[in-house]
């Protein structure tokens, strides 16, 4: 079975904090995803990679950035968190091929005090 | 025009009766679509996949495709209370590896 790892599930971080995201998969996928889903607005894409050290702008990258290093394992980072940062935070990992579906980690709640 | 659009407000449908669910995508060149299933609290999860026109059964679901009129529907039959969850239409973005989502449809199956 696929298995896609958040390294949270909840988090708690205070306004200017510097805060890591990270993500694992284990089937060796290329593209990997972030996300984040908000009531009403459904889920929203902050950045991809594509590859290692390969990554693409989202709808919603400002205020984050990201970073790729090994193939399986996928960052996202808060620069300086905000408060309309909170939010759940989805990763998903899939294969490079047209006829594969995306599989996704637990989430990670985070709450900006 | 978003690139993938789903019908906004929860739709409620009886026990045993059909829940049908469609979304609209912009990239007319898009070859792949998913449904994805969300349970309040937890992750998405895959139901369907579908890659060429027509429909796509498997069990109670079952996923039609229209690439002319650029979308993608899903029917629930016999619709259960364990179906109650969000439903996520998902596009694969042609060319660049972009998987773009619709905001979801709340389905509440009243027992």
């Known amino acids: 079975d696929v298995k896609v790892t958040q390294s949270s599930r909840y988090l708690v971080k205070r306004t200017g904090e510097k805060v890591f995201l990270e993500c694992v998969q284990d089937m060796d996928h290329e593209n990997m995803f972030w996300y984040r889903q908000d009531p009403g607005l459904g889920l929203r894409l902050i950045y991809f990679?594509?590859?290692?050290?390969?990554?693409e702008k989202g709808d919603i990258p400002e205020g984050y950035s990201v970073s790729r290093e090994k193939k399986e394992r996928f960052s996202l980072i808060l620069e300086s968190a905000s408060t309309n940062q909170t939010s759940m935070y989805l990763c998903a990992s899939r294969l490079d091929r047209e006829d594969t579906e995306a599989f996704f980690g637990q989430g990670t709640r985070l709450t900006v005090v | 025009q978003k690139e993938v659009e789903q019908n906004s407000g929860p739709l409620s449908v009886p026990e045993g009766a059909i829940a049908s669910l469609n979304c609209t995508y912009s990239d007319r060149v898009s070859q792949s679509f998913f449904w994805y299933r969300q349970y309040s609290g937890k992750s998405p999860e895959l139901i369907m996949s579908?890659?060429?026109?027509g429909d796509k059964e498997d069990g109670r679901f079952t996923a039609q495709l229209n690439k002319a009129s650029q979308y993608v529907s899903l029917l629930i039959r016999d619709s259960q209370p364990s179906d109650s969850a969000t439903y996520l239409c998902a596009v694969l973005l042609y060319g660049n590896n972009r998987l773009a989502f619709g905001k979801g449809n709340q389905v509440v199956v009243i027992p």
């Open positions: 990679s594509y590859d290692v050290k390969m990554k």
């Open positions: 579908i890659y060429s026109n």
